[in-house]
């Protein structure tokens, strides 16, 4: 019984030991900016239209410019900065922030292993299970695939709302970099009948010693899924947004 036990035991360990050691290893082949940076790394930010958007509202006057002065440390914490709204429309610039929050999160990703932390873990044939079985964290599973080279290439996320099924794409640097760059994300969150597809392309200047992100761009489409007609897939949305002055501090 004992020695049952024990063999139950080390496939347990082993099974989840070899799942963290996937994670790590994604972590340390793609590339993240702060890794090259001695403190933080600084950018601004323009998107193309957004304060021509928003003089449309009537609310907050004519914007003719809007820039965002972007720092993020080596902890992850960002600071921005817009210049071309006034500060007292506290939810116009919230909002406004918020927009950043999913191409930050692209530039500079959080580490798998320290996100899955605390998840059951399973893997096989090289994809993890990180399950929450306390409920409480708003991913409640997480199907990760790795290719041959040990790189996430998708991961499908249950939450308490719904399903994404997130792609990722990625390239060898010119730069000579041992690391990859992420170049493509393919989204769809899916919600019922309804379908929320996304895909981000992000460029970049290699021709330095270092990589520098150029423009981050997403096109969005919403499907509604009850019948198959074409009037329910609401018109293509694309926002671009420009990268400028990037900085390793």
Do not use: C, W
């Amino acid at each position: 019984m004992y020695k049952l036990t024990l063999i139950i035991f080390f496939n347990i360990f082993n099974n989840f030991s070899f799942g963290n050691e996937l994670l790590i290893a994604h972590d340390q082949m793609v590339f993240n900016p702060l890794d090259k940076a001695n403190k933080e790394i600084a950018f601004i930010v323009e998107v193309p239209g957004l304060a021509e958007e928003i003089t449309k509202l009537k609310s907050y006057g004519k914007v003719k410019n809007i820039k965002f002065d972007v720092k993020v440390n080596k902890l992850r914490r960002v600071d921005i900065k817009i210049n071309g709204v006034s500060e007292k429309f506290n939810d116009l610039n919230n909002n406004l922030k918020a927009k950043l929050g999913p191409m930050i999160e692209l530039l500079f990703p959080t580490s798998l292993n320290n996100f899955y932390r605390g998840y059951k873990q399973k893997n096989k044939n090289n994809k993890v299970v990180a399950t929450d079985t306390s409920y409480q964290k708003p991913i409640r599973e997480s199907y990760m695939t790795f290719d041959r080279s040990g790189i996430l290439s998708e991961n499908k996320i249950k939450t308490p709302q719904g399903t994404q099924i997130v792609n990722f794409s990625y390239k060898n640097q010119s730069s000579g970099f041992k690391k990859v760059l992420l170049t493509k994300v393919s989204r769809k969150i899916i919600y019922g009948p309804s379908h929320l597809l996304s895909n981000t392309v992000i460029s970049y200047d290699e021709a330095g010693e270092k990589p520098i992100p150029k423009e981050f761009s997403t096109e969005f489409i919403f499907e509604n899924k009850e019948n198959n007609t074409n009037s329910n897939r609401v018109n293509k949305l694309l926002e671009v947004f420009k990268i400028s002055n990037f900085k390793y501090n």
